[in-house]
T-cell receptor, first 114, second 107 residues
Framework: EAQVTQNPRYLITVTGKKLTVTCSQN?????MSWYRQDPGLGLRQIYY???????DKGDVPEGYKVSRKEKRNFPLILESPSPNQTSLYFC?????????????FGQGTRLTVV | DAKTTQPNSMESNEEEPVHLPCNHS???????IHWYRQLPSQGPEYVIH???SNVNNRMASLAIAEDRKSSTLILHRATLRDAAVYYC????????FGTGTSLTVIP
């Protein structure tokens, strides 16, 4: 089954404690991206990756890092989380940068930073 | 941003057709129109997309205006499982999600 898997689904952490949210896809997709979803703001892109070792900033990259060492995985790293990063996070993948393709989204990771 | 405008909410009776409108007056010639939906506690799910011509798939139909400044997602027979937030998106280097239309299906 084609899927994008995120872990963990729920996470509560304290300010400043580094964390990683993992994202893995089984469709051999080249393009992957991270979004955060906040009430009244819709989904906003954090980072995206066109292929292995190729990443770039989206609209709200501050406070986040990503890496793409292999095609299937695209972890999101918060080096020093702050309460304003409390949000619902989604990872997505597609075969190409989305213009004429379907994107697949993970189930989401609800992060609370206290 | 590639901005779209949708009503905040809509209601439909079960088993009736639903027409979800979207305005995208700033669309450019190469922008694809995508529709995704998000069920409660789930990630966005692809519904349909198109460029100029109307499109049909097993989930829905997409009607695109001739000038491409608006489009309509058509669910032919709404079911309770179609209750979700529907996002109309112009893909331009990335997906720009707005706040979408929250569809309520009344039994």
């Amino acid at each position: 089954e084609a899927q994008v898997t995120q872990n963990p689904r729920y996470l509560i952490t304290v300010t400043g404690k580094k964390l990683t949210v993992t994202c893995s896809q089984n469709m051999n997709h080249e393009y992957m991206s991270w979004y955060r979803q906040d009430p009244g703001l819709g989904l906003r892109q954090i980072y995206y990756s066109m292929n292995v070792e190729v990443t770039d900033k989206g609209d709200v990259p501050e406070g986040y890092k990503v890496s793409r060492k292999e095609k299937r995985n695209f972890p999101l790293i918060l080096e020093s989380p702050s309460p304003n990063q409390t949000s619902l996070y989604f990872c997505a993948s597609s075969s190409s940068p989305g213009r004429n393709t379907e994107a697949f989204f993970g189930q989401g990771t609800r992060l609370t930073v206290v | 941003d590639a901005k779209t405008t949708q009503p905040n909410s809509m209601e439909s009776n079960e088993e009736e057709p639903v027409h979800l409108p979207c305005n995208h007056s700033t669309i450019s010639g190469t922008d694809y129109i995508h529709w995704y939906r998000q069920l409660p506690s789930q990630g966005p799910e692809y519904v349909i997309h198109g460029l100029t011509s109307n499109v049909n798939n097993r989930m829905a139909s997409l009607a695109i205006a001739e000038d491409r400044k608006s489009s309509t997602l058509i669910l032919h027979r709404a079911t309770l499982r179609d209750a979700a937030v529907y996002y109309c998106i112009l893909y331009r280097n990335q997906f720009y999600f707005g706040t979408g239309t929250s569809l309520t299906v009344i039994p």
